[in-house]
């Protein structure tokens, strides 16, 4: 079974802080993601990365760097949280697969409320 | 500009009856589609995908129809059970790398 795990479940951080989400998979997967799940507007892509030390912007990247220092792990990083920053935030990894037939796994995710 | 499109925010059905939950999609490059299921509190779990090169895939009381045409894929559960209460969300891909979800269907399935 594919695993990927998020460090932190719930966080409250206040406004102007730099966060840091850690994810792990041990599946060796080579693409590694971060999205957010807001109501009404279902999953938005941040960033996500196809290698070590490789990132692309998704969607959504403002107010957000990453780092994937290592294959195995993938790191979203708040520079200075504000409060439309409160959501939840869903790491995924996939197996890079010919003929883009990608199915990516979930972590379960990190409640972060900024106040 | 949205480019998968779930319109229906909420569906109820009655348990043992069948469950349809559509997705349009207006990119004509996407080439592999997706449904995954989530609990609150939880992430999304696969549940079954399709490639842009059929029109239909089954899996047990699962079943996924692709209409290239149309854009449009659908899901459906028969017979539905409460335990299949959750979000729906239905995602594609382009290129390999880079899955774009839908804003989620919540099925409600009544005992």
């Known amino acids: 079974d594919v695993k990927v795990t998020q460090s932190s479940r719930y966080l409250v951080k206040r406004t102007g802080e730099k966060v840091f989400l850690e994810c792990v998979q041990d599946?060796?997967?080579?693409?590694m993601f971060w999205y957010r799940q807001d109501p009404g507007l279902g999953l938005r892509l941040i960033y996500f990365s196809y290698d070590v030390k490789m990132k692309e912007k998704g969607d959504i990247p403002e107010g957000y760097s990453v780092s994937r220092e290592k294959k195995e792990r993938f790191s979203l990083i708040l520079e200075s949280a504000s409060t439309n920053q409160t959501s939840m935030y869903l790491c995924a990894s996939s197996l890079w697969v010919a003929g883009g037939r990608n199915t990516i796994y979930f972590g379960e995710g990190s409640w972060l409320t900024v106040v | 500009d949205q480019q998968v499109k779930q319109n229906s925010p909420s569906l109820s059905v009655q348990e043992g009856r069948i469950s349809i939950l559509n997705c349009d999609y207006t990119n004509s490059m996407f080439d592999y589609f997706l449904w995954y299921k989530k609990y609150p509190a939880e992430g999304p779990t696969f549940l079954i995908s399709?490639?842009?090169?059929?029109d239909k895939n089954e899996d047990g009381r699962f079943t996924v129809f692709l209409n290239k045409s149309a854009k449009h894929l659908s899901l459906h559960i028969v017979p539905s059970q409460p335990g299949d209460s959750a979000v729906y969300f239905c995602a594609a891909v382009a290129g390999g790398f880079k899955t774009i979800f839908g804003a989620g269907t919540r099925l409600f399935v009544k005992a």
């Open positions: 599946m060796d997967h080579e693409n």
């Open positions: 399709i490639s842009s090169i059929k």
